[in-house]
């Protein structure tokens, strides 16, 4: 009874999610968020300083190029506050495995600062874990699936709750959940397709606590998606700006 009222209140509260719709193009851009624009597959970014960027180690950025303050990633150009900046170097953490989902970060250094401003901000990196509930809003961009050839118009952004180790792992029995993820959305997910830029994030009041790493359905429909946990991460986060 307890769980249905749960579920009951996590849909009544997700009218994005459920309301989902691969062409609406009129969502505002959070300032934090990047377009990484690459010759293979684009990913999302998070913007954690002047001059870096945190993704997922599994992007493959090909000839990359990172969009701020874009909305409509196919008409870049057309933007009015947008930048767009080269990359100077990409690192991955060290124990990252592209056979497995764990450590799945990657910090991106630009070629010049950037600056700050209304349409373009920093997040802010957590000093404490996310807790069990807290609500969070995971960003990204969708395709129309009758054209996936072109960049994503559609950014979308949905809020989803953390929900607990023990819940993630009936969503997902095969995934061992270690303590360096965390988990986002409705329990079970709906696991209804769609085509989404990968690498969303996951920022619960107004701080970046996750970057998806491994999602079986859609989390711009409030599917349970894993994500790495930033607090695990940040002397080497820290250690790895400080020293490059």
């Known amino acids: 009874m307890i769980m249905n009222l749960i579920l009951l209140w996590a849909l009544l509260n997700l009218p ?4 989902f719709d691969p062409d609406y193009k009129d969502a505002i851009t959070p300032p934090y968020l990047i ?15 002047p001059l870096w960027v945190i993704t997922a180690a599994h992007c493959n950025l090909l000839r990359l190029q990172l969009a701020l303050g874009v909305t409509k990633p196919s008409n870049i150009y057309e ?6 900046v080269g990359y100077e170097k990409m690192i991955r953490h060290p124990q990252f495995s592209i056979t497995s989902i764990e450590h799945n970060l990657m910090l991106i250094k630009l ?24 609500m969070c809003t995971v960003s990204t961009w969708a395709y129309n699936l ?12 949905v809020n989803v709750s953390v929900i607990s180790k023990g819940e993630c792992r009936r969503a997902y029995k095969n ?5 360096n993820m965390m988990c986002v959305g409705i329990v079970p997910g709906r696991r209804l397709p769609c085509k989404e830029v990968t690498a969303a994030p996951a920022v619960c009041n107004g701080i970046l606590q996750g970057i998806l790493t ?27 700006i400080r020293n490059n």
């Open 79 to 84: 933007e009015k506050y947008i930048q767009v």
């Open 35 to 49: 377009y990484l624009k690459s010759d293979y597959l684009p990913c999302v970014g998070v913007l954690i300083h």
């Open 16 to 19: 994005v999610a459920l309301t």
């Open 111 to 134: 070629q010049t600062h950037i600056a700050l401003n209304d349409y373009v901000k920093m997040v802010s990196l957590p000093r404490e874990p996310a807790a069990e509930d807290d």
């Open 214 to 240: 491994f999602a079986d359905g859609c989390v711009l429909r409030a599917d349970v998606g894993i994500y790495t946990r930033i607090i695990n991460y940040i002397p080497w986060i820290e250690n790895t």
């Open 146 to 157: 009758c054209d996936l050839y072109k960049d994503p118009d559609s950014l979308q952004n």
């Open 175 to 179: 995934i061992r959940i270690r303590d």
